[in-house]
């Protein structure tokens, strides 16, 4: 920016104004309209055109100061959405994206009012960035925020009126405002701040318009660690999108020439080859976090004619609804960590007549068949058996399945048993036990809630390092009972943690010892630990060579994958903190 001083204009031999020179105003138009025939899901379309995905965050790395950026998303160029920067200014870009979306966080943290406080440091924190530098960088990236105009024509959703506003909205994100500490009248913001070091707080108020989208609307729920954690601003979006796209299914096709629109991305003829390895690449980072399993692209004839194949897991869908309803129970109608909201479920709707909690699927899956058990559907299908038939019924019928022989589609036979009432003899016989339990079953259960009293107390009268030691055990013969390690185990054990806990210490008599060390409960643990040099290179052999076999793996692999292995496992063998366990998952690893 340059100041022209000899720009001083005399207006009555008093009075100059200021002209400053930011340089000349540039104007970009990207038409990010998308035609019919490149997509897949007419119905997707449909919803998306009522909720645009707003580009707030610009993806372009070469932008210039003064261009304003108009976004057209039909092809009468009616419905539009216009970023105007600041004078002098670049508009908002990756890290401004940044910000926003650890303002979000923090905004949740703080009890999701319009407006609150935050220091640089817990933006920083919030963002995880390490630079030096980061006042100047977080309060540059603030000023953008605050100072950008978005005009929006038939675009801006209004939850109040739950439709697309017609009129034209102009509007900044949020406005800020810097405050010293030691200016008088601020005493009361500085009495809230415990570190002293701090000079000055930034306090942020969320626009009108966004802010009542935010805490009312129904909304896809995203974690703000994981959108931090990707590395790239086209990942990021990329990821938001296909989440949208896909809802809750597990396979995807998508035009390649719809995705750059929306991100969006050049697609001129000079740059497409460039745009279609960025994409590429932004994909390979979602495989590298597991925010995805696989894609694949399917090239028929040119770039733009063809699709893209993206793939999830079922563990996918289990995390995703999980965050929503962790979210949904935790602020009923209030917007958590997502940096663009989308409206996908209304948090409105009618509560189930029944609050289904994880610990009543735990103990519901954990009453079925082992290969009940082993299928990633099924907490979600208890969860809904629970919603629909009751929490006695589904483990009624949970009994009844794990009472049957040769079962060959356990979930199939499961909701053939509710539909029809097969466990309804189980579902009576309960009943019955509960009405007529007699003196000595309630001093049982008396006596037996006593003893789960000096347990809890037991435990919690430990150190960290005992608590650790007896969780850790405790988990590895959780997994050794259900035959497998995937993520519904591991999910399913912090879902029953504390009682797992609780029936382990019971069992190996913990709790009635008066005085216990930690050698005592590292004693067992031991029993895992590979001490011998010969043993832990005959438990390498033995595990590859599982591999080798099932995989057809050449015996250059075999040598790459154990040179590997031994690089990362040697340490902890010289400190004989080497488990088996360990080894088994590092060459399992080292396979992917």
């Known amino acids: 920016m340059s100041k022209k001083i000899n720009d001083l204009i005399q207006t009555d031999g008093t009075d100059f104004i200021e002209i400053i020179d930011t340089g000349p105003t540039y104007y970009l138009e990207e038409d990010i309209s998308i035609d019919e025939k490149y997509i897949k899901n007419k119905a997707l379309v449909r919803m998306d055109m009522n909720i645009v995905q707003f580009p707030i965050f610009s993806k372009n790395t070469k932008r210039k100061k003064n261009e304003i950026t108009t976004y057209f998303f039909n092809k009468n160029r009616d419905t539009y959405i216009t970023v105007k920067p600041s004078s002098g200014e670049l508009i908002p870009g990756e890290g401004e994206e940044r910000v926003f979306i650890a303002l979000m966080k923090l905004m949740k943290e703080k009890g999701m009012t319009q407006e609150f406080i935050v220091t640089a440091k817990e933006i920083k924190d919030a963002v995880k960035t390490h630079s030096n530098n980061y006042i100047s960088e977080i309060k540059r990236a603030l000023l953008r925020l605050s100072e950008t105009s978005y005009n929006f024509k038939n675009t801006m959703y209004s939850n109040e009126t739950n439709a697309i506003l017609k009129e034209e909205i102009s509007t900044p994100i949020l406005t800020f405002k810097a405050q010293k500490l030691d200016l008088t009248g ?52 990329l990821y938001m999108l296909i989440e949208k796209i896909r809802f809750e299914e597990l396979y995807v096709r998508e035009s390649v020439f719809a995705l750059i629109k929306k991100i969006p991305l050049k697609y001129e003829k000079k740059t497409l080859s460039t745009t279609i390895k960025t994409l590429e690449k932004a994909f390979n980072e979602l495989k590298q976090k597991q925010l995805i399993k696989e894609f694949k692209f399917i090239k028929t004839s040119t770039w733009l004619e063809s ?286």
């Open 186 to 237: 601020n005493e009361t913001i500085k009495n809230t701040i415990k570190d002293g070091r701090i000079k000055e707080v930034y306090v942020i108020r969320i626009s009108d318009h966004f802010y009542k989208n935010i805490v009312k609307r129904g909304y896809l729920v995203y974690d703000s660690d994981i959108l931090l954690d990707i590395n790239s601003s086209v990942s990021r979006t």
């Open 307 to 592: 699709d893209v194949e993206i793939y999830f897991d079922e563990a996918h869908n289990i995390l995703k609804q999980e965050r929503f309803e962790e979210d949904n129970k935790e602020l009923k109608n209030i917007y958590n960590n997502l940096a663009i909201s989308f409206t996908e479920k209304n948090i409105e709707e009618t509560e189930p007549a029944t609050l289904v909690t994880n610990e009543m699927i735990f103990e519901v899956l954990e009453k079925m068949p082992l290969k009940a058990k082993t299928l990633k559907s099924m907490p979600k299908i208890i969860k809904e058996t629970i919603e629909n038939y009751g929490y006695e019924k589904a483990k009624a019928t949970a009994i009844y399945l794990s009472n049957q022989k040769k079962v060959t589609n356990p979930r199939a036979y499961f909701l053939k048993a509710l539909e029809n009432n097969w466990a309804d003899e189980i579902l009576i016989k309960q009943s019955n036990e509960s009405l007529n339990l007699d003196v000595v079953e309630k001093e049982r259960v008396t006596k037996r809630d006593e003893t789960v009293d000096i347990i809890n107390k037991f435990y919690n009268s430990l150190s960290d390092e005992l608590k650790k030691d007896i969780e850790e055990k405790t988990y590895r013969e959780y997994i050794q009972e259900c035959g497998q390690e995937t993520k519904i185990q591991q999910m399913a054990f912090n879902v029953a943690k504390n009682s797992l806990i609780s029936k382990y210490i019971e069992k190996n008599n913990l709790y009635k010892n008066e005085e216990i060390k930690v050698e005592e409960i590292k004693e067992r643990k031991d029993e895992n630990l590979v001490l011998e040099l010969e043993e832990f290179n005959d438990i390498i052999n033995k595990s590859i060579q599982m591999y080798k076999m099932i995989l057809n793996l050449t015996d250059e692999k075999i040598i790459e994958i154990k040179r590997e292995a031994l690089k990362e496992l040697g340490t902890k063998f010289i400190l004989k903190r080497l488990t088996i366990e360990e080894i088994n998952e590092t060459i399992a690893e080292k396979l992917k």
